[in-house]
């Protein structure tokens, strides 16, 4: 899995995850698009490629060294993790798959769907928030400052950002060279820093050429807060014009996972600076553009996507057919997840339900008591 890149990561030791994603040369889409070295690197779960990330999506590559480095860093203490969904989903599985306790926190609405794990989560506690997104990290960010616990720390964490960035990595290594252009659909972009700062260091190392991949990155129509304020060539984001009527444009878009507000885009290593360094783009893709490259790729390839994968899609299909990418440039396409159905035919999912339910403003006492009763159960 992903600690083949060991030696490129903040951690002293490997766990015993074989997570990992897979690089592999396109065929179907590549011809397709008339793009003679279009590379596809999967996160998800995809065992006849090599795939192997059994929660589907990039957010798996987060928890992996993410866990490892608190336990190397700040034993004993108990990670926690607020999150839409996917986040929660792959820190649980890691969590379960090395034995390791973690504290998630999610919205209600979100967790049928998206919290579930191949593996018995024994030592996962679900605090379900009623509320949104947001909700869910003000309520995580104070968990996390909790004696005996540790908030994850967001873009900010290191180990985070290195671990999606093994994607750069896995794609060079298959290349055997940097990618002239890296498409991805971006929420906080937090995943595509990651990648730049390995594109970076990879640069450094000098086997595998001196130039940064062009960033290619896209937003869902209609909700395109970074798309904006990048094409009005503004180094921050102004949330009165980038994102007006912001609760109603995150309702329509069809990859929910790429509703974040407040993104890291102005500050220093963002969004912004990585678009400006590498010549990049951003790109907007409505939900109709999107279904039309799923269905693409998954009759071209032969899996299932995650949506936010169908809009980067959406992206590299808007450059092709603007000619803003050569027929032979080496193209990284960043497939963040997908494999949603090809893993219910190989495993019984488990189903994680809340230990408890709290509302934007329950009383951080209240919480604390249900969650030491909590941990005293699982961690027996
Ligand atoms: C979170 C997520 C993204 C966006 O990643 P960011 O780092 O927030 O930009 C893209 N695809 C999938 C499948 C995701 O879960």
């Excluded at 990039?58 to 866990?67: I, N, R, S």
């Excluded at 896995?170 to 594109?199: N, T, W």
């Excluded at 970076?200 to 129509?221: C, I, S």
Aim: charged share 25%; with cysteine; glycine share 10%.
């Amino acid at each position: 899995g992903l600690w083949r890149f060991i030696d490129w990561l903040p951690v002293k030791n490997p766990s015993s995850s074989d997570s990992g994603p897979v690089t592999y040369r396109s065929e179907g889409l590549g011809r397709e698009l008339g793009l003679s070295n279009l590379y596809i690197t999967f996160s998800g779960y995809f065992p006849e490629k090599g795939g192997n990330i059994k929660t589907c999506s990039f957010k798996e590559l987060e928890a992996v060294p993410t866990l490892q480095r608190a336990h190397e860093r700040a034993r004993g203490k108990i990670l926690v993790i607020a999150s839409a969904g996917n986040t929660s989903r792959g820190f649980s599985q890691i969590s379960s798959s090395i034995d390791t306790p973690v504290i998630t926190v999610v919205p209600s609405d979100y967790i049928d769907e998206r919290m579930w794990t191949t593996i018995e989560p024994k030592k996962v506690t679900l605090v379900a928030v009623d509320g949104d997104y947001t909700d869910a990290i003000k309520v995580g960010t104070e968990i996390g400052h909790l004696d005996g616990m540790i908030p994850e720390g967001g873009v900010k964490n290191v180990a985070r950002r290195d671990g999606m960035g093994v994607v750069m990595l896995d794609c060079v290594a298959r290349m055997k060279r940097l990618p002239d252009h890296y498409f991805q659909a971006i929420g906080s972009g937090a995943g595509a820093i990651g990648s730049f700062e390995m594109a970076e260091r990879t640069v450094r190392d000098g086997r595998f050429g001196d130039t940064l991949p062009r960033m290619h990155l896209a937003q869902n129509k209609p909700f395109t807060p970074i798309s904006n304020a990048w094409n009005s060539g503004r180094d921050d984001i102004i949330a009165e014009e980038d994102m007006p009527d912001a609760e109603e444009a995150i309702e329509k878009i069809y990859a929910s996972v790429l509703s974040t507000r407040n993104p890291p885009y102005a500050v220093k290593g963002g969004v912004y600076d990585i678009l400006k360094r590498s010549n990049g783009s951003m790109y907007m893709v409505d939900n109709t553009e999107a279904k039309r490259a799923e269905k693409l790729f998954s009759d071209l390839e032969g899996i299932d996507l995650d949506p936010a994968a169908c809009v980067a899609i959406g992206a590299l299909i808007q450059a092709t057919d603007s000619g803003g990418i050569g027929k032979d440039d080496y193209i990284m396409l960043n497939v963040t997840g997908g494999g949603y159905k090809r893993i219910e035919e190989d495993y019984n999912l488990h189903r994680i339900k809340p230990d408890f339910v709290v509302g934007p403003t329950t009383e951080l006492e209240y919480i604390e008591g249900e969650l030491r009763e909590c941990l005293k159960q699982k961690t027996k």
